[in-house]
């Protein structure tokens, strides 16, 4: 019996291993790697050929980071489409999943369209916008001149002041449903008692709203922000597509301007330093928010797991 | 009575919000669909009508052109051989996660989670330099194996959870039937696990398919460019034909919506699961 124990023991021992390796390997050498890659080369001066790099140059690619108008731009830019995104594209969202969750006839055909811009990539949406936008053959100029707005058509794209409000509706456009959707989920996760119980005590409509569905719903909301500014910071795709990050910097993304460094002009030592400046703000937002907003959240997680244990 | 007329009254205006919403996602598409069906002249005399006349050649072109064609495999290829490597190499290891107890285990599963935090946009840099070491660059390797590195994060996290969900007896009764822990794996636990692997699948089919940055830095080689990747060439090929590119974006995007008509019910499901979750 106590053979079979240890045998047992063993065999488990080597299942671990074996069954871990492959995830393990692929992890470490293709997610953690570059990272750590990033971080050395980030000190130096180099063009990205040749080796490792040789011209050492300490936090010299740092302190030019902070005095580049470009990537201190690209933080105020993602600042606006944050504040964007968490007033006005998750508010919308968040009426627009309550509204489906009434009795409402057609309310699976509703879902069905607003979601369904979330399968399509970055990619195809940028491009059909850009043709939207377009100054002459766009949609957006010709609904406007089919209602009499002449006078507040726009070179969309084009113009330094209207290209970041673009961005932003096409943004929303493609992501609203996924919110709208977290959001519905969440509220289908409320039981009916409560905010029954809550209209038979008296409460109007907007009581119930403020004061049950809300702060039952805050855990889905603070998981549906921090998605939403984990995707600013990292916001690519959109951006290269539809705008190139022009004209002169206004629509720019961190990730947009480390791509201009790395990929175009060969300043690779800059562009991993602006790599790791976006993977700090990432991580330390990440742990800040998670300490401090959700940490009743995760407190209820851990709860619910150990008991599973 | 009047409480009926008031719903009434209310759920008229909430069709009016939603259909107002419905034409804001509809319109955008209708246009770009019609759009390649004209050709360029009638898009700006004629923005709203249907075409007159139909223009079909813009869709007969590109449906006969390896442009289209191409890309359109590359990425079925690369979104499946990513899906198939990342749910065994995702599975196996959230076996061991849910169900072995052993040193360093929450250490490891910590490792793997706060990897949610390690987008593509963050690694593109280096994982380009590593992968142009590793000779991977015009090789679809190239892409499938950061997809799935990348992917693992969320896999395991969903899978070890559901893993967890099976009770542990099923387990110890296929150990006394003689069950080894790989059999057990293979022949119950997958099995079991079907409606959780299906979510994840579909996440990852997504992902891949979407996928844009990766493709872009490790293709050079115009015959690997994956739909994303040629969608944006072509529309710097054609940008004076505004028309011939709608009907590109247009077909590109008949996939992706197909699929989503299909797999609605997963994708939506793994969200709601995954943001819980993760």
Redesign the interface.
């Known amino acids: 019996m106590e053979g079979s124990l240890r045998r047992r023991r063993r ?3 080597l ?2 291993a074996l ?2 390796a ?3 390997l ?2 470490v ?7 750590v ?2 971080m050395y ?1 980030s000190l130096f001066k180099w063009n ?1 050929f040749g080796g490792l790099p040789q011209d050492f140059v300490g936090l010299d690619n740092f302190r030019r980071l902070f005095e580049d108008e470009v990537f201190i731009g690209d933080l105020e830019r993602g600042l606006i489409l944050v504040l964007l995104s968490v007033f006005v594209q998750l508010p919308v969202a968040l009426g ?1 999943a309550l ?2 969750n ?1 009795p ?4 699976a055909f ?1 879902r ?6 979330y ?6 949406t940028a ?6 936008f ?1 100054p ?2 766009g ?1 957006a100029n ?1 609904v406007m001149s ?1 209602i009499g707005l002449e006078n507040l058509q726009q070179e969309w794209l084009a113009n330094t002041s209207t290209v970041l409000y673009a961005l932003f509706f096409v943004i929303s ?1 493609k992501y609203f449903g ?1 919110h709208m ?2 959001y519905l ?1 969440g509220r289908q996760g409320i039981p009916k008692e409560l905010t029954e119980a809550a209209l038979t005590d008296g409460a109007g409509t907007w009581q119930v709203f403020r004061h049950v569905t809300l702060p039952l719903l805050g ?2 909301i603070r ?2 922000v921090f ?1 939403s500014i ?1 995707g600013a910071i ?1 916001l ?2 959109m951006v ?2 539809l705008t190139g990050g022009g004209p002169i910097h206004s629509s720019e993304t961190m ?1 947009v301007t ?2 201009q460094y ?2 175009r002009r060969s300043e ?1 030592g800059y ?2 330093a602006i ?1 790791v400046a ?2 700090l703000i ?2 330390v937002f ?1 742990l800040l928010y998670q300490r401090f907003v959700m940490r009743r959240d995760i407190e209820g997680a851990i709860t619910t797991m150990r008991e ?1 244990r | 009575m009047s409480t009926r007329r008031d719903t009434k009254v209310r ?1 008229f205006w ?2 009016v ?2 259909i107002a ?2 034409l ?6 209708a ?2 669909v019609l ?1 390649g069906f004209k050709d ?1 002249g009638q ?2 005399t004629n ?2 009508g249907l075409p007159d006349p139909w223009v079909p050649e813009n869709y007969t072109i590109i449906l006969g052109s390896s442009g289209f064609w191409r890309p359109m495999f590359n990425s079925t290829l690369i979104a499946l051989t990513t899906v198939v490597v990342l749910v065994l ?2 599975s ?2 959230a ?2 996660f849910a169900r ?1 107890n ?1 040193r360093g285990r929450e250490v ?1 599963y910590t ?2 989670a706060a ?1 949610l ?14 992968l142009r070491e590793l000779s991977l660059l015009n090789s679809p390797l190239g892409v499938i ?2 997809q ?3 992917g ?1 994060p969320m896999t ?1 996290i969903i899978l070890r959870s559901f893993f ?1 969900t099976i009770p542990g007896e099923v387990e110890e009764a296929a150990i006394l039937d003689g069950c ?3 059999g057990f ?1 293979w022949r119950i636990l997958l099995p079991m696990a079907r409606p959780a692997l299906a979510t994840v699948s579909v996440l990852s089919v ?1 992902a891949s ?2 996928n ?2 990766l493709p872009l ?1 490790v293709f050079t080689d115009p015959s690997w460019w994956t ?3 040629a ?2 060439q072509f ?1 710097g090929q054609y940008a004076d034909d ?1 028309a011939r ?2 009907a590109y ?1 247009v077909l ?2 008949l996939p ?2 197909a ?2 008509a299909v797999a ?1 019910r997963q ?2 499901g793994g ?2 699961s995954g ?2 979750k993760g």
Not at chain 2, 24 to 29: E, L, N, Q, R, T
């Open positions: 065999l488990d021992k299942t671990v069954f871990l492959p995830a393990l692929l992890f050498v293709l997610v953690v790697g570059p990272i890659l990033a080369t990205g627009l509204l489906l009434q409402l006839r057609g309310r509703y069905l369209v607003f979601f369904a811009p399968v399509l990539s970055e990619v195809i491009v059909l916008f850009t043709m939207v377009s002459n053959q949609l010709q089919a456009w996924l959707i977290l989920a855990p889905t998981i549906s998605l984990i990292q690519f795709d290269w597509v990730a480390m791509f790395g990929f690779v562009a991993s790599s976006m993977f990432s991580l990440a599973k | 759920h909430l069709h919000v939603a919403v419905g804001g996602i509809i319109v955008p598409v246009f770009g759009g360029n898009l700006s923005p709203f190499v995702a196996m290891a076996y061991v072995f052993f490891l490792l793997f990897g935090m390690f987008p593509f946009t963050v690694a593109i840099l280096p994982l380009f330099v590593l194996l950061p799935v590195a990348f693992l395991v967890r080894t822990p790989f794996f997504v398919w979407n844009f940055m830095v739909l994303p990747v969608v944006q529309q505004t590119v709608l974006v590109a995007m992706a919506l699929f989503y609605e994708l939506v969200l709601a943001a819980t």
